[in-house]
Structures are given as structure tokens and as C-alpha cells.
């Protein structure tokens, strides 16, 4: 049973979003997570999912070169800092522009076809796009080092208004803050925190629908007096545009933007997340991109030592056994449990970790109307 | 007055001749039916007039404008839905919203992008919407999803469809196919009731009980061309007709 | 004109691998609708069938020779194979022709794990969506690696040809050409004699065998065969292990052009995906002319002096090929209506 | 089959509380407050950051960094038999740790992408509180992770990196590289190909299409048109292309004698084994034997192109077949704790992670500008490639060069190279100014 969601439901969510986004830095503490770069790369990544949750959640085009805008997003930014300012606020905007702009240029193309067909197209259009930044490029990528940020870029917005940053390298800085650390984490979560409302509107809206209707019956559409392709490029370029900012975002947080941020596994990475996490929710894009950078930063960190420690409760032999049993997940093995983890989580929850949730919360709601119930039957049978 | 006229349409596939020189006039106001035995080119008619194929030559005319080189949500826009064969609803989505999509492509053209406003603030849209699904007798299922729908009532959603964007025309494509002897009674007396409101309607069908029902009027296609365009009582009797069902074997 | 036969004979090398590749990736999108990620670790799977081979019959019989030390202050290990020590020269032979020996014990390996998976996890996916489908055999194909990786290291791992095929062949002699000029590596020609046979064989078992017709059938119309009482499923069962034979024996074949490394897999599978797509999605034909012409147009991209006049041509021309074909033919160069497209 | 495992007992003694639930959120610690400079280390502790490659295509090479850091942290704080510390000219580290605190570590994967390696080790330095940063597998992700040190005011040691970059073009004051550089190689090669080959050859270079290839297809470019030899072509492959065949065959009837493979890694066992399987190795070129050179050279890779190095020619840091005392106590205290012998990646990571602690323990602070002051100009002796100098000007250590060749009779899996010649500091010395690039002052973070 479809139930539209009610305003009050989604300001609840919204909220909780926004408080949750604002104390991650303590609630991901206990978990080791609560670091700033991690939580850099769980806002920045969520938006990634959230925009690309925007064309494959909601009309089903399965984008396999969605990591290209991000690439370029991150190139723009970086240029924007080279040649302008360091200022974030600008270099974001361009990097969005530019994000959005490659993805009219892609999805045009990509968009006569549809099904596997398109897939192929974008990833084919993406895998061009790295080869060439990679190579033959170089000059306006900096190939495989990355472009980097150098005393002698002109910056001339800058130095128009008399900034000087002396000998050392610069970085970001919005108005004085410098965009690393805790304050970086907080102008990637403001953004997070847009995207996010941003992506519920338009999952609420009348185009949110309209998406929706590409996924569901295409034909249909069409002889209801839509015109299916503006829809989905529409889309295509709305979530081209998230991940130009997302890539906007890796560069102001961190000023180097290298080329294998646009190859075909970091697209692989962002279907990963959303499907993991569940296609077509709101929430479900970002716990995904949270999982699999959990994964990749702390589960790859743990090596025998740690577990040692683990496990230090149990008696020595256990311990060892333990440890050498789960060593073979951890440290140099995370990717083992990454690969094990999409094969759980597909075969058992297919709708992606928010299924997960709701069927536990379904559960936990029976179980409390059980008890509730509990004490009125016994008044009720024995009437007589 | 003529609401649909098609002029002279050929359209050949290869060696096989579809359509030769069909002539058609629909009056505003009735129901028009086009019978034939299968392979008589009736489907191929239909998708001449919906911009899913384009006719060799000749002419079709929509209240003054030729559909010819439209695209399907073109042709809609100027005012004509249609229903399939099987029909073509979304299948993953609430009633309320299948029938909302089109209440809002009526009002907001082919393309807006409207991604601020919420679709639960749409009243207006949603009155319609729900006003339909009543007429439909479907109102109580609106939140449901369509996929669940009984292949009648599939097809009472996907009238609603039409009727909430208020078309000029409505082309139903054999619209009892596949249906219980009880279904295809209630969408005949549906229809009907879509009928008398005034609705134009092309029904393509074969099952006569329905034909005879429902229509005004009736074109009989056999082998590509019209061989006979009458009132339905004169059509039963028509020698011609009864040759093209038949065969002309056991006359 | 040498140069130009010598990247033909190239293409057809390479088209040959990228074939037999696609190939089963092609079967099963065409009889089982689904979108195999882990078709690239089956190719990897057959390369370390080669590699096992190898170390099995490459058992050693360690002895300690105590009078010499190692550097690190051990005593020597003097190393004897015990299929050497053994069966003699025989045993020297067996271990010279461990890439060809290992073909025949690939084949039962590879048909199980192909049973295997598709018994345990691809069948339950059927009727999933393509994106599910995606997901889970990824995260199978990242298992299956990491579990060759902790087993065999990350480094490739040097599979010889036998030592009859590890010279030239002057094939421009052999087509009456002048002597020398285009004289080419013997395993090469081998591999693609190889795979041509392995594509007819794959063609007429599926053309001239009652087992073979209803696979097509089926692959036609799943439901009609169905309901002719025909248990198509456990016949696509077979297929699955079919297709997984193929890519596991051009695996093996191809080790001692490419050294197995666990991360193989995935480094054909893009390339794979391309291919079929080219050729058509579900079309067997289309996937062995798209690899061979895939294969003939990226050697002929990397010629200097085509590299010349558009720099780095090499390294996108796969890329820009699918989309130009699917810009102009829609389904690929032999694709069906309605295959995979939604 | 050659699953190499770091043994777990060792492990354990050396190793930070990381991850496991246990960091608590360091909004009020770690920045900003009364630290003098980044992670400075206030307990019994000092933390380093062993970032290496676990998963992709080097994760052989960083599972072999990785012990071999153990190892050192094990002689730094007085276990073990003390490896090269015995041999060290310096004799500052006394086996009590560093300035009194003992070492403990903690890894991270940098999967050979720059972006998840400067993750990684953001990860160390945020989180961890490592104040020193080392490891890596190639050029791109040192240079990304030097940059990042730079910011965040920590030390980086690299580890193998081979491109000129890292000390020229893209060089930091925090950053310090002890392996050699392409034009070190080109350097020390040139001579012997000329005593091997003649002044009449004729080269192909097939280059991987990125930075490092293209540095290192200048250097040898360099210098062997230096010594009269024509370049025929320089073609650019795509990095992973896997089969070369559709570049070698242009080498057959080019007139070209000498092919020089400016590959690393899989892209080298590759290209070379089919280069050899084209019959390259044993062909005859204008009356002369058709060479093929390797200008870098990693035996752990090398094994992985089996029979095919035989004879061919290439440069290497260090092997273990070395005979000076230090390279002895290394492969001594290596192979007795893992049972097979140090790659060079192992021996630079070891000399890195020895000549850090050093140079803290002299400087007496884990300061960055402290302990790059000790490190700059520093002279040492000892640790396997003879005399040895990390160049104030750029951060470079100087030393001798190893010429090796693929050696045709080998004893054991692991015995692929001989030594041809060993060229001396000297020849292979440049100045700073030639790679250009620019130091800047050192961070010390706060």
C-alpha cells in the first residue's frame, strides 16, 4: 500500500537529518568514524548517492560513468582555484556548472537509448573521459599526480582584494576558515543538508513523479502527453550536477583532483552505494555511501594487532582462532567483506539496507500492538 | 460536424498492402467502431492516427490539425487519449497517483519542471483525480498499487487515466480483450456511461457483443480498405460483411 | 603491408580472447536474462586452473642441504619436482605441457563452478532487476578474488608455453609472402586456431543437438518452451556451465600471453561488457564479430601512424566504437528487439 | 604459493589502538589546542603512519613494506637482533624507541589511488595522531601524500617512488625520498649499456602513457643519445593494457636493435614477456643481438615474468644479494623472521622508517622542521647502498646505483638478478636546480 508522505512527516525527517548531520562528529565518535575526513567523505559521498539516487532510484537509468562529472567537478574546482580564488563558495558553484554542463553534453548522447543500452553509452563516454585526463590530457589534468594548487597560480580574484597567502601553499579558505578539519566537515554538511532537502522536494514534487512514471511504464507516459526525453535529461543533469558539486567538494576539502576519480570502478562505487543502501528511498543513497566509506577507511586499517586487542576477552586460543578468522576480513581483506556484504544484503534485503530498517521497525511496531492487545482480550472473552 | 477525418491513407509493409485508400469520418459526439477480421488492418489504422506509424500517403485530421509527423504526447496534447489492447498503467504507483500524472500532464504540458511544490498541495489536481477514480467506481482503492488491480478494474484505472485529462477523442483498442464474460459487461456499461456524457469515441474491437452495444456507428476493414460504413443495424445485415468474417463459405 | 598483416594477426589474437569472452557473457544474458559481473572472475578462475595445474604437478620434495647456507643463515633447500623424481622424463614433459594438460582438468572445473553458481545464487535472480543482478554477481566476482588473492599473492605468476610453441612462426612464408617478414609467435596462432574451435564447437552443439534446439528455443520464447513440459531451466543450467567453460578455457590458453594475476577478472570485464553490446545483446554471432572486429580495430588504433595524427586514439577507440554502433544501430550489430532494454 | 603472511606475534607488539570502537571524538583534542605541533606525541608513545598498498596491483610490494616496517619498529624498540641498526653509522638510537618512546604503528591502504591513499593517511593523522607518514608503491600516490603531509605539518618518508617529481618538480619540505629517481637511472645505465651494447644503437621505447613513464623515457632518452645512440620512436601504452602485442610488432621491422620498456609493475611482466615471446630477445638487428632494457627493475615483479628477464638489463635500489655488512644484517634479520629475502621496496621502507627515528632521536623532538633539520645534509654509512646523503636542497638521498641483469642461472625463486655493476654516487649525481620545483618552509602544523 502506497501512503503519500504527510508534511509533517517529512519536516520530522528533515530534522532529524539536519541534527543528526550537525552531531555526527559524536555520534560516529564511538564507532571510530568521527574523525574529520571520514566525515568529509560520508557528506561528500552522500551527495554523490543522493544525486545519482535522483536518476536511477527514480526513473531507473542505471548511469555506469556518473563518476566523470565528478571528476570534472573536482578539475573545475580545482582550476577555479588556481585561477580565481580560493575562495569554496565560487569554486563549488563552478564546479557545479561544470558538472552540470558535461552531463547535457553526455546524457544528449547517452539518452537515445535506454535499458543496458544506455549504460554501456554512459560507461563507454566515462571510461573516454578518464583515458584521455589520464594521458593525453595532461596538460589541463596533471594525468596521474593530479592537479595541484602552486605558489605561483595567478588568482587573480585574490589578489584584486588584496589576499596574500605568503609562502606556504594555500588552501581553501571561506572568509578566513580554512575549509580542513571540523570546519571543512561543516560547509560539506551545510551543502549535505541542502542536497538533502533539495532531493526531497524533489521526490515530493509533480517532476518527481513524472520520474518516477519513466521508470514505471515509459509508453504509457508518452500517450499521456509527456514528453519522456526533457524528463530524464532533466534528471540525468540534476544528479550530474550533485556530483560535479560533490566533486567540488572533494577539492575544496582536499585541493587535488587526480584522474582515477572519474574511472569506471568509482561509478561502480556510487551504483554500490545506492542499491546497498536502497534505490529510490531518501535516506537509503546515503547510509550506502556511509557504509562503504566506513569499509573502506576503518575496516581497512584494522590489522592483527587490533583484533588482538578485540578479542582480548577470550582465553588465548579462542583469541588466536578468532583472530585468524576474522583477519581474513579485515586489514588487506576488507574488500572480501565488502563482496560478501553486497551478496548478503542483495539476496536477503532486496530493497538495500532500508528495507532492512522498515521490516525491523514493521516488527518491533507488531510486536508492541501485540501488547497493547495483550491485556484487552482476557476482559472481552470471558463476558459470560 | 466531423471531428476526425481521414482521407486516402495508404501505407504499405514491403509486399503487403496494409491500408489502401481508407476514407473515415468520425461525428463529434458518437461512438464510432471499426470491425474487421484479424490481420484487416485495423491496429495498423489505429497507429496511424496516435503518430506510432506514419502513413505512405493521405491525410488524418484532428479537428483542424493533421496528426501526421506528431509524436504521441503531441497528439495527446491536442486532446485524444487512448487505451490498450493490455492495458497500459503504471503499474508500481498508487491509483491516486496513476491518475494524477495525467490530471497534471493536461495542466502542465508535456514538460515542466516542477520540482518545488509538493504533489500532496496539488488540491485541485487531486480533487479531479479522485473525482475520476469515483466515476470509475475505484475510490476506494486509491491508495493501493496498481500492479494488484484485477484486469477489469486495470482497465477501469486506465479509462480514468483518459477521462481526467478530458479528451476530445478517446481511441479504445479492442478494450474487452482478455476479459471475463462479468469484466467485459462492466466496461461495456462503463462505456456507455463515458458515452453519454458526450465523449467521442473509435473503438476497434471484434467482439460484436460489444461492437453492438456500444456503437453509432461502424466501419467494417477487410484486407486494408473500408467495404462498408453504416449504422450498426444495417451493418448485421449487410451481405458484404458477413462475406469478409466469413469467408464467404457458408453463406 | 608486413606491418599491417602482423596487427591484422594481432586483432584476430586479441579478438579471439575477447570472443571467447563475450561469448558466454552473451549466452547467459540471452538465456537467462541476466547481467553476469562475475563473468570476468570465471576467466580469471580458468587462468588459475593453469596456475594450479602448474603448482600441483610442480610439488616439490624438499631436502636441506646443511654444508650451504642462505643468506638469512638457513640451510639451502634443494628443490625436486616428485613428478620428476617420479615418471622421469615424462614428468619433465608433463610439466613442460602444463598449459595444454591443464585444459583437460579445466573443463570438469570449470563446468561445476559454473553448476554451482548458478544452482546456489544465479537462479534465485531470475526475476530480479538487472541492477540486483549487477550488485550481487560484483560481490561475487570480489569474492572469488580475494579469495585467489590470499591464496596466491597479488603478483602475476608466470605460466610458459611449452617449449615446442615458444618460437616464431613465419607465416608470411606459410601464405606465400616473402620469408621473414611476418613471422609470428607460434602460442599466438595457436590461441587463435584455439578459439576458433572453441566458437564452432559452442555453434554446433547449440545448432545440431536436440539439447542444443531447445536452448535456442528457449532462448526465443522462455514461457512457450515451458509450457511444452520442457524443463528448460535445467537446461540452462547446463548452459551457465557451459559458458563458464568457455571463458574458463580462454583463460587458461591465455596465460602464457598474459601472467594470471587475481585482478585479471576484473580488467576484461569492462572490455567484455563492451564487446557484447557491440555484437548485440543475447546474439552469439554478434559477440564473436564484435570481438574480432574490436580486437583488429585497437591494434590498428595503436599504429604509430595513426597515433600520430590522433593522439591517444589507442587508449578510447574501444569506447568510442560501442558508442558510435549504438548510436547507429541501436541493439548492437546483431542484436534482437526487445532484449535487455528495460 | 607464495602467501606471504606477517606473523601475528610481532605484530601485536607494535601496534596502536586503532579503529575498534575505542577513539573518542577528537573535536576537543587533536586540533587547535595547546599542540605546539601536529600530533605531538604527549604519552609514552610515538605513532607512525604505515600507509601501503593492500589491495590492486602492488598489494605484493606493500604486504613486503609492511614487514619490513614491523621489523623496524621492532629494532627501534630494542626487540629482535637489531638489523641494520648494528651497522648504522649513526649510533643516536639506543633500542629504547625514540626520545624515550617506544614506537607503535598503525596501516592503512592506499589501493594505489591517490585518493584513497591521502584518505588513509588523513585517517593517521586526524585520527590516529601519527606524526610521521610512510609507505606507498608509486609516484602518484607519493606525490598526493607528500602534499598532504605538507599541509597537515607532518613528515612524510616515501616510500617506492621512482619519478623525478617527487624530489623535483612536486617536492616538499616535509617530504623525503630515499629511493632513486629516473635520472639516477638513466645515469647509471647509460654507461654499461654502452659497454654492453656499443655507441651504434638504435632504440624503441615503449612508454606507459603517465607521468613516471614519460620521466623515465626522458632520462634514458637522455642519455643514450648522450652516448650516440638514435631514439627510432617513442610510443606511448595505456597504463594496464594487458596484451602489447599491437606495439611490439611494429619493433620487428623497424631497424630499431634496442627496445627499452619504460614499464613498471604488471605492465612490465607483460610487455616483456611478450616481448620476449616475439622472439625480440634472441633476434639479430643490423648485425647485432637485439637488446631489451628494463630501466627499473623490481624483483618481486620480475618473478612474475619468470624465464623472460634472462639477460635483460635494468637498474635497481638495492638487491639482496648485496654483500656489504649492512645489507647482510638485513637480509639476515628479514629472511630469519619471514623465511625468504627483503624486496627493495622492503629496504627502502626499512631505511626510511631507521633514518626517521634517527634523525628524531638527534634532533631530540618529533617536530617536522626539527627532525627535517637533523635529516637535511645528513651523512650516513651502513644501511646497504654504501655512503650515503639526503640533500639538503631537495630531500634526496644520493648514493650508488645498481645495474642489474636477469640472471641465467638462478638458484632459487628468488634469486632473478645479478648485480652487473655497482656506479658509483658519484656518476649519478645532479644538481637540485635541474628538476626544478620548489621546496617551501616546512609545516609544522598546530
Known amino acids: 500500500m502506497y501512503k503519500a508522505s504527510s508534511r509533517k512527516s517529512d519536516l520530522l525527517l528533515l530534522a532529524g537529518f539536519t541534527v543528526a548531520v550537525l552531531l555526527a562528529p559524536f555520534i560516529l565518535g564511538p564507532v571510530g568514524a568521527g574523525y574529520p575526513d571520514l566525515l568529509q567523505k560520508f557528506a561528500i559521498f552522500g551527495i554523490f548517492a543522493l544525486g545519482f539516487n535522483i536518476l536511477f532510484g527514480l526513473t531507473g537509468y542505471l548511469s555506469f560513468g556518473h563518476a566523470a562529472f565528478l571528476g570534472v567537478g573536482s578539475y573545475a574546482a580545482v582550476w577555479t582555484f588556481k585561477l580565481f580564488s580560493m575562495n569554496p563558495i565560487l569554486a563549488v558553484i563552478i564546479a557545479t556548472v561544470v558538472g552540470g554542463v558535461f552531463a547535457v553534453a553526455i546524457g544528449f548522447i547517452s539518452l537515445r537509448r535506454s535499458g543496458i543500452y544506455f549504460s554501456i553509452l554512459t560507461l563507454a563516454l566515462a571510461q573516454m573521459s578518464y583515458n584521455l585526463a589520464y594521458s593525453v590530457l595532461t596538460p589541463i589534468t596533471n594525468g596521474e599526480t593530479g592537479l595541484q594548487l602552486a605558489q605561483s597560480d595567478p588568482r587573480i580574484l585574490d589578489v584584486a582584494f588584496g589576499r596574500d597567502y605568503g609562502a606556504v601553499l594555500p588552501s581553501s579558505d571561506f572568509f578566513g576558515i580554512h575549509m580542513t578539519g571540523y570546519p571543512g566537515y561543516y560547509f560539506c554538511a551545510a551543502l549535505f543538508v541542502l542536497c538533502f532537502f533539495l532531493s526531497m522536494r524533489i521526490f515530493r514534487s509533480p517532476f518527481g513523479m513524472m520520474l518516477r512514471a519513466v521508470k514505471s511504464n515509459q509508453n504509457r507516459m508518452r500517450y499521456t502527453g509527456l514528453n519522456v526525453r526533457p524528463y530524464t535529461l532533466a534528471a540525468f543533469v540534476i544528479s550530474g550536477m550533485y556530483a560535479g558539486l560533490a566533486g567540488g567538494l572533494l577539492a575544496v576539502t582536499d585541493p587535488l583532483a587526480g584522474a582515477e576519480r572519474m574511472q569506471w570502478t568509482a561509478s561502480g562505487e556510487v551504483v554500490l552505494m545506492t542499491i546497498l543502501g536502497g534505490a529510490g528511498t531518501l535516506l537509503g543513497p546515503v547510509i550506502g555511501a556511509g557504509v562503504i566509506k566506513y569499509f573502506e577507511n576503518i575496516f581497512s586499517a584494522f590489522n592483527e594487532g587490533v583484533l588482538e586487542q578485540i578479542f582480548s576477552f577470550l582465553p588465548e586460543f579462542l583469541q588466536h582462532a578468532m583472530v585468524s578468522i576474522s583477519s581474513m576480513f579485515v586489514g588487506e581483506g576488507w574488500h572480501l567483506t565488502l563482496g560478501a556484504l553486497f551478496m548478503v544484503i542483495v539476496i536477503f534485503l532486496p530493497g538495500g539496507l532500508m528495507e532492512g530498517f522498515s521490516r525491523i521497525w514493521q516488527r518491533l511496531r507488531r510486536m508492541t500492538k501485540r501488547d497493547d492487545d495483550k491485556p484487552v482480550e482476557p476482559s472481552s472473552v470471558p463476558a459470560e | ?251 | 603491408m608486413d606491418d599491417i598483416l602482423l596487427q591484422v594477426l594481432n586483432g584476430l589474437d586479441k579478438g579471439g580472447a575477447y570472443a571467447l569472452i563475450a561469448l558466454g557473457l552473451t549466452i547467459i544474458f540471452g538465456t537467462l536474462g541476466v547481467v553476469n559481473f562475475a563473468h570476468g572472475a570465471l576467466f580469471m578462475l580458468g587462468a588459475f586452473c593453469a596456475v594450479t595445474v602448474k603448482a600441483v604437478l610442480g610439488f616439490e620434495k624438499v631436502a636441506l642441504d646443511p654444508t650451504r647456507l642462505t643468506a638469512w643463515g638457513t640451510p639451502v633447500e634443494i628443490r625436486t619436482t616428485y613428478v620428476e623424481a617420479w615418471f622421469g622424463d615424462f614428468g619433465t614433459l608433463l610439466l613442460n605441457f602444463s598449459v595444454p594438460v591443464s585444459i583437460v582438468i579445466a573443463i570438469p572445473i570449470m563446468l561445476l563452478i559454473g553448476i554451482a553458481m548458478e544452482r546456489g545464487l544465479i537462479r534465485y535472480f531470475y526475476k530480479r532487476s538487472h541492477a540486483e543482478q549487477i550488485l550481487v554477481t560484483f560481490g561475487l566476482a570480489i569474492v572469488l578474488q580475494e579469495i585467489v588473492k590470499s591464496q596466491f599473492g597479488a603478483n602475476p605468476i608466470p605460466q610458459p608455453a611449452p617449449e615446442a610453441a615458444r618460437g616464431m612462426i613465419d607465416f608470411g612464408a606459410m601464405i606465400g609472402m616473402q620469408a621473414g617478414g611476418v613471422v609470428y609467435p607460434a602460442w599466438r596462432l595457436i590461441y587463435f586456431l584455439f578459439s576458433l574451435l572453441v566458437i564452432a564447437a559452442v555453434f554446433s552443439f547449440l545448432q545440431f543437438t536436440t539439447f542444443g534446439m531447445v536452448v535456442r528455443a528457449g532462448m526465443a520464447d522462455r514461457e512457450t518452451v515451458g509450457l511444452l513440459g520442457i524443463d528448460i531451466d535445467r537446461r540452462f543450467t547446463i548452459v551457465f556451465g557451459m559458458a563458464a567453460v568457455v571463458a574458463g578455457l580462454a583463460g587458461v590458453m591465455y596465460t602464457p600471453i598474459l601472467s594470471p594475476d587475481y585482478h585479471m577478472g576484473m580488467d576484461f570485464l569492462v572490455l567484455s561488457f563492451v564487446v557484447v553490446v557491440v555484437g548485440g545483446m543475447g546474439s552469439l554471432p554478434g559477440a564473436v564479430v564484435a570481438g574480432f572486429l574490436l580486437g583488429i580495430v585497437q591494434s590498428f588504433a595503436s599504429m604509430n601512424e595513426v597515433k600520430n595524427i590522433i593522439p591517444g586514439i589507442d587508449q578510447i577507440i574501444i569506447y568510442l566504437i560501442a558508442v558510435v554502433v549504438l548510436l547507429i544501430r541501436p541493439r548492437g550489430l546483431m542484436g534482437r528487439k526487445g532484449v535487455m532494454e528495460h | 604459493m607464495s602467501k606471504m603472511n606477517i606473523t601475528r606475534r610481532g605484530l601485536l607488539k607494535g601496534t596502536a589502538l586503532a579503529g575498534a570502537g575505542i577513539a573518542a571524538p577528537t573535536i576537543l583534542s587533536s586540533r587547535g589546542w595547546a599542540a605546539s605541533y601536529t600530533n605531538e606525541p604527549k604519552g609514552g608513545t610515538v605513532t607512525f603512519g604505515f600507509n601501503v598498498p593492500q589491495t590492486g596491483a602492488y598489494a605484493d610490494e606493500g604486504a613486503d613494506e609492511l614487514r619490513a616496517y614491523q621489523l623496524a619498529v621492532e629494532h627501534i624498540n630494542g626487540d629482535g637482533d637489531g638489523g641494520m641498526l648494528n651497522t648504522f653509522s649513526s649510533k643516536e638510537l639506543k633500542g629504547n624507541g625514540i626520545n624515550g618512546k617506544k614506537v607503535v604503528f598503525v596501516t592503512g591502504d592506499t589501493q594505489t589511488k591517490s585518493d584513497a591513499a591521502r584518505a588513509s593517511a588523513k585517517r593517521m593523522i586526524e585520527k590516529d595522531g601519527a606524526v610521521m607518514i610512510t609507505g606507498g608503491s608509486s609516484s602518484g600516490v607519493a606525490i598526493a601524500v607528500q602534499g598532504l603531509c605538507q599541509d597537515a605539518g607532518v613528515i612524510f618518508m616515501a616510500g617506492l617512488t621512482h619519478s623525478n617529481d617527487t624530489t623535483g618538480k612536486d617536492k616538499r619540505a616535509n617530504g623525503f625520498r630515499h629511493f632513486f629517481n629516473t635520472e639516477m637511472s638513466g645515469a647509471a645505465l647509460g654507461p654499461v649499456l654502452e659497454k654492453e651494447f656499443g655507441k651504434d644503437r638504435v632504440a624503441y621505447h615503449l612508454t606507459a602513457d603517465y607521468t613516471w613513464g614519460w620521466s623515465q623515457e626522458g632520462s634514458i632518452k637522455k642519455y643514450s643519445e648522450g652516448l650516440g645512440w638514435q631514439t627510432q620512436a617513442a610510443v606511448r601504452t595505456p597504463l594496464g593494457a594487458g596484451d602489447f602485442s599491437q606495439y611490439i610488432t611494429p619493433v620487428l621491422n623497424s631497424g630499431a636493435d634496442v627496445l627499452v620498456l619504460n614499464h613498471y609493475g604488471r605492465d612490465m611482466v607483460n610487455s616483456l614477456t611478450q616481448a620476449v615471446q616475439f622472439g625480440l630477445r634472441d633476434k639479430q638487428v643490423n648485425g647485432k643481438d637485439f637488446a631489451i632494457v628494463v630501466p627499473l627493475y623490481s624483483r618481486l615483479m620480475a618473478q612474475g615474468a619468470g624465464e623472460n628477464v634472462k639477460g635483460i638489463y635494468g637498474s635497481t635500489n638495492w638487491h639482496w644479494s648485496l654483500q656489504d655488512e649492512g645489507s647482510k644484517a638485513f637480509v639476515k634479520s628479514f629472511g630469519q623472521k619471514y623465511g625468504f629475502p627483503p624486496s627493495q621496496a622492503a629496504h627502502t621502507t626499512y631505511c626510511q622508517a631507521i633514518l626517521y627515528a634517527d634523525a628524531a632521536q638527534r634532533a631530540g623532538t618529533f617536530r617536522p622542521s626539527g627532525v627535517g633539520a637533523a635529516l637535511e645534509g645528513f651523512s650516513f654509512d651502513g644501511l646497504g647502498n654504501g655512503p650515503t646523503e639526503y640533500r639538503a636542497e631537495d630531500h634526496q638521498c644520493f648514493k650508488d646505483v645498481l645495474v642489474v641483469k636477469g640472471k641465467e642461472n638462478p638458484t632459487s625463486k628468488f634469486d632473478v638478478l645479478e648485480v652487473v655493476e655497482i656506479t658509483p654516487r658519484a656518476q649519478v649525481e645532479y644538481p637540485a636546480s635541474l628538476l626544478g620545483g620548489e621546496l617551501g618552509p616546512y609545516n609544522d602544523g598546530a
Open chain 2, 1 to 251: 460536424m466531423s471531428i476526425l477525418t481521414v482521407e486516402n491513407v495508404n501505407k504499405r509493409f514491403g509486399g503487403l498492402q496494409a491500408l489502401s485508400n481508407v476514407n473515415l469520418q468520425v461525428e463529434e459526439g458518437t461512438v464510432h467502431a471499426i470491425i474487421g477480421p484479424n490481420g484487416a488492418g485495423k491496429s495498423t489504422l489505429l497507429n496511424c492516427f496516435v503518430g506510432r506509424l506514419e502513413p505512405d500517403t493521405g491525410s488524418v485530421v484532428f479537428n483542424d490539425v493533421s496528426l501526421l509527423g506528431l509524436k504521441p504526447h503531441q497528439i495527446n496534447q491536442v486532446g485524444v487519449s487512448r487505451v490498450f489492447q493490455t492495458p497500459e498503467i503504471f503499474d508500481d504507483m498508487s491509483l491516486l497517483e496513476n491518475v494524477t500524472i495525467p490530471a497534471l500532464a493536461k495542466r502542465d504540458g508535456s514538460f515542466k519542471l516542477n520540482a518545488w511544490n509538493a504533489v500532496r498541495d496539488e488540491n485541485g489536481i487531486r480533487d479531479a483525480a479522485m473525482e475520476c477514480l469515483a466515476d470509475v467506481e475505484l475510490d476506494g482503492k486509491s491508495d493501493e498499487l496498481a500492479r494488484a488491480l484485477s484486469r477489469g478494474d486495470k482497465r477501469r484505472l486506465e479509462l480514468a487515466m483518459c477521462l481526467v485529462q478530458e479528451p476530445k477523442l478517446l481511441l479504445l483498442d479492442e478494450p474487452t480483450a482478455g476479459m471475463s464474460r462479468a469484466d467485459t459487461n462492466n466496461t461495456i456499461e462503463l462505456m456507455k456511461r463515458i458515452a453519454e456524457n458526450g465523449m467521442t469515441m473509435v473503438v476497434i474491437e471484434h467482439d460484436m457483443h460489444v461492437v453492438f452495444s456500444l456503437a453509432e456507428k461502424i466501419s467494417v476493414l477487410a484486407q486494408g480498405t473500408v467495404i462498408a460504413e453504416d449504422l450498426p443495424d444495417k451493418i448485421k445485415g449487410d451481405p458484404r460483411v458477413q462475406e469478409a468474417y466469413l469467408g464467404g463459405a457458408h453463406l
